[in-house]
């Protein structure tokens, strides 16, 4: 029997949500010409200098008159723009500001996802009200980036994260535009070509314009088992966007995150040092990222597939969350024991989910003297190794080798 | 072999059993309970191997001996539905039948030779205690024990009895965050000597110290097992103790405390108990003590912030320090006196909860540090 789907309205699917996408204005470009007030009105091009390769990361409103763009090579921007400022980015400072912006976001809701730097998601579905409605909290917003940082913001406003990110694009830059309901959405963008949609590039244009479909419209009109069979698992998500709708939640990060790595060992293995060596160093790979990312993690999983491809997983919550590799490799190696192993091991992963960004401690009876001592102590190890790589020192797992 | 037998009786002697009976086993025996009807008493034995159960009544109208292990989950279930004062139980030919008026059961049952000794005999020292006074001092401790049952950390898993000179006995548990210690001086006692009861066995206690009667019990302890006799209900348990060290508690005491106070107990329940509902997932509350003003704050991604404040009588500095609510609470929850004693030794020290004006019983609780 074949299975149709019901098109759905967004409000079948889901209570209405307030959706806000903030997205900064050329930011590593706006950062340094506010650091650096002799560039401004300069076609700043970050990225790298002239004579070396490398790519455009952001440039200024002033270098793109110049059809500089994102992505592009810097001896292309260079063709184009010679008498551009060209400078690296410097990251760092960029993050110092991203954290900046982060706090202000706190100030209108909890739940917030960014996407990037420069860009995030805020559900302001249960704050708006505290603030006079979501257009006055995207207001709000905007002015308290060009105040506090004196930095300029395009904001959207949607009822999902997909019509939020498009409104954000809309008056691009320093604009500010909401996109009310699936109604405006297709009034705004009926017209408009595919390519404005996310997850439509230039291939897929190609692709959809070879069958005579050009405008949002167009879309609107196919069937989902034609699109479907045209472009594959994507096929549903786009007939899903075209009409507006996307289910999509906002999702704190460090709530969705999850890192982990498999290997699947050259020949099914029972021997204890060759796992043993391969989880170490996938742990200490793991662990150095969170320490990268400066988070922490509190469930540990292990997972191994055994010759006969049968996949078991071990899974430990931890009374703490932790971002040291000696604890993680404790509990794994613990799990590791714990698991059959009448088999040879044909794969071996592991992962760590349940992230958290500031953890509270609980502490105990054993911390009374030195805990604090082990923070500190963790964070230098990690500082030396990004500087002078992995082999600086040895890691603590080296010596359960 | 043929008896009568209250229904009630019975079932609370299988009732008592309960936590004795071994949960997840390869042994198929140590899931039954053993039922043995000699010289006109009948005997409900049940062991894990780490606690032993024995329980007795009399049956009048036994005509002969006979021993038998039925699976405990069932006969239990059994017993429980049937809707009568009296049962007439018959077993005969290693079939277990239960009858009432209107309903009949059969059971399988198993080899009653191959179930262990659960009672061994009486050696080395005694000591009477009270049945009432020793709940209350295992109510006290139990909830700080630690839930992981891991072979690591089963010095945790468990309950620490401290029998020191002078008579006195001490109940300690810790899951290394916070740590309940509830003591008693039971005058005369002739009995200077500790040991660990894990977890499991120490709830089997408490089950049989809150079904029995008895006002005082007697504990025999040899050196590697507790035996608890409640004569009037005609109860035994035999505990093994856990062969493992206890941390020595004594060196986390703190000698010194930087913020000492005194709080109303359902004062301080009260805001704690409003405040926690902000705490959600973050499962912390900050303490904030100003002068004579202490303030709870918390606050959560999925609930929101909350705060209250109340007055306190406070000795020592300021401090702003972070606890987790539960573990205020299930403390507090403890303490009977309208005050209690919050002395603080730092932000990353251990506190400690007492009684006001009362040294019987003590709760020391690490804080959550503050990043």
Redo the contacts between chains.
Sequence with gaps: MKKTKKVKNESDLMPERKIIHVDMDAFFASVEIRDNPSLKGKPVIIGAKPQERGVVSTCSYEARKFGVKSAMSIKMAYKLCPQGVYMHPDIRKYEKVSEELRKIFYRYS??IEPASLDEAYLDVSQTADLFSGEYNTALKIKNDIRNELCLSASVGIGYNMLTAKLASEEKKPDGLFWIKNQTEFSNIFMNRSIGCLYGIGKVTVKLLESYGIYLISDLQSSTIEFLTSVLGSRGEEIYLACRGIDEREVT?SYQSKSEGREITFQYDTRDFKLINDTIINIIKELAFNLNEQKLWCRTLTLKIKYKDMHTITRAKTL?NPTNSSKEIYESII?LYNSAPKNQPIRLIGVSLNHFCD???????????NH??KDEKFNRLVHELKKKYGQEVIKDPLDFKR | MKFEINKKTLSSLVDMAEKAVAKKTTNPILSGIKIEVAAKELNVYATDLQTGFHGKTTVEDSQEDCAFVVDHKNFSEILKSLPVVSIIINYDNGVLSLESATTAFKLPTMNAAEFPNVIPSVAGSTVDLEREKILHMIEKVIFCASRDS?PLSRNLNSVYWDFRSGGFLSLVA?D??R?GISEINLQQSSLVSSFLLSLRSVEELRNVLLSCRSKTFKLNFDGSRALFSFSEDSVELALNVIDSKF?NYMD?LPKAFKTKMVLSTAEFSEILRRVSIASGS???VKMDVNEELLTLSANS??V?EGKDTITVEKEGNNILI?Y?PRYLREAVEKIETTEFEFNISGE???TVLKPFNDNNYMYIV??????
């Design positions: 909890f739940k704190p009374d613990r500031s953890p509270s401690i609980q502490l105990s009876f054993s911390d009374i805990s604090q | 891991d810790t290394s965050y740590l941390p986390i973050s499962e912390q991604a999925d929101g972070a987790s990353t020290n251990p690490m804080p959550i540090r503050l990043v």
